[in-house]
């Protein structure tokens, strides 16, 4: 009788024109959502922080200190959606980049490797195909290649930027 369990699946992609320009696209869609983002703060918050300036200058002025935070932040995660863009253009065709990771179930039971059920698989893409998927060891030295993802930051710490009347 075994125990099942729960481990990490790396998903790999070979470098191809076709993923290079995939994410190309998806990187750029990320940055123009976080300029719609920006454009979005300053159209909302304009008519309110020229509203509360005429009743209390020190909220107001407390606010755009809030607001301009958040388009810094804003503006931070655009510029490093800008330097992924151009690590996607350094890629080397055929190299494997790592994507993400998956989970899996495993069974372990008495007499198994623990090593090499814990070090998990790796699932090899060539344009959104699997062309391999290998074992790895637990402890496995291989140096591995930076994670590109195309995910955009989420709010800050305390959720979205809220304000009255938005």
Do not use: C
């Not at 125990?3 to 990490?8: C, F, G, L, M």
């Amino acid at each position: 009788m075994g125990v099942i369990i729960k481990r990490n699946v790396i998903l790999r992609s070979i470098v191809t024109e076709q993923l290079k320009d995939q994410l190309k696209q998806e990187l750029q869609r990320s940055i123009d959502e976080i300029d719609q983002r920006i454009r979005q703060i300053d159209f909302r918050t304009q008519p309110y922080i020229t509203e509360l300036q005429r009743s209390n200058i020190q909220q107001a002025m407390a606010v755009r200190r809030q607001i301009e935070q958040e388009k810094e932040r804003q503006r931070a995660t655009r510029e490093a959606l800008v330097a992924q863009m151009s690590q996607v253009e350094e890629l080397e065709l055929d190299d494997e980049v790592i994507r993400g990771t998956l989970e899996s179930e495993v069974e372990i039971n008495e007499g198994d490797n623990i090593g090499e059920l814990l070090g998990g698989q790796e699932i090899v893409t060539k344009d959104d195909v699997v062309v391999e998927i290998r074992q790895r060891a637990a402890l496995d030295e291989e140096e591995i290649p930076q994670i590109i993802t195309t995910r955009t930051s989420q709010p800050a710490e305390g959720g979205e930027l809220i304000l009255p009347g938005g």
